[in-house]
């Protein structure tokens, strides 16, 4: 094989590449990854959950079906996706880890957010479900319910995010609570509500 056919396989090879950083080089489209790392999900809960037009979540899935990150399957008038292999959501991981150790814009974003937590901590998942065994804590499962149904931990109780103003109220204060998350960032809301221990954690799944 000649250097200029050799570098034209290049060209090709890394284009491939290139091909899923693109589908990935939107933040709609990464949260849709996480979302689908939870379960199957059709287009209309996940443009609920993300906040934009049906339309405009289709043509995100369909950017990521293309790069092969994401299958659907029809189920009488919806669309099911899901992540197209165990592999797409470690490079959704990575790209997190990456950006949590590298950018130190994020790192400032989380802390602006969390500044008044009043001395939350983060807890383990191993500690998490010790402290869960001995009846310690109190649970508070805050991602979507339908990721709640698909899976929990025993004993939690599931407040999603969005139920948060309203379920909050109908808890008893004075009790130590761990909320548990997709992300860290998803427990912002409850950090900062008035019925957040001082002694409470935050967990991100």
């Not at 029809?74 to 669309?79: A, E, R, S, T, Y």
């Not at 802390?111 to 001395?119: C, Q, Y």
Request: charged content about 25%; overall charge positive; aromatic content about 6%.
């Amino acid at each position: 094989m000649g250097n200029a056919s050799h570098r034209v396989f290049k060209n090709r090879l890394y284009g491939l590449f290139a091909r899923i950083g693109k589908a990935l080089s939107n933040p709609h489209r990464l949260e849709m990854l996480e979302l689908l790392a939870q379960g199957e999900r059709t287009v209309e809960s996940l443009a609920a959950e993300i906040g934009i037009s049906l339309a405009n979540a289709s043509q995100h899935l369909q950017a990521l079906r293309r790069a092969a990150l994401v299958d659907g399957r029809k189920d009488g008038l919806f669309v099911y996706y899901r992540l197209a292999a165990p592999g797409v959501f470690e490079l959704s991981k990575a790209i997190r880890t990456v950006a949590e150790d590298r950018i130190a814009d994020l790192d400032r974003l989380v802390r602006e957010h969390f500044a008044d937590r009043d001395g939350a901590e983060p807890v383990p998942i191993g500690e998490l479900l010790k402290r869960a065994r001995s009846k310690e804590v109190v649970i508070l499962d805050a991602r979507p319910a339908s990721e709640y149904a698909a899976g929990h931990i025993p004993g939690a109780i599931s407040v999603p995010v969005d139920e948060l103003s309203r379920r909050l109220k109908q808890l008893p204060k004075g009790k130590q609570y761990v909320a548990y998350c997709r992300a860290p960032t998803a427990c912002t809301p409850i950090a900062r509500s008035n019925y957040w221990s001082p002694r409470a954690g935050v967990r991100g799944g």
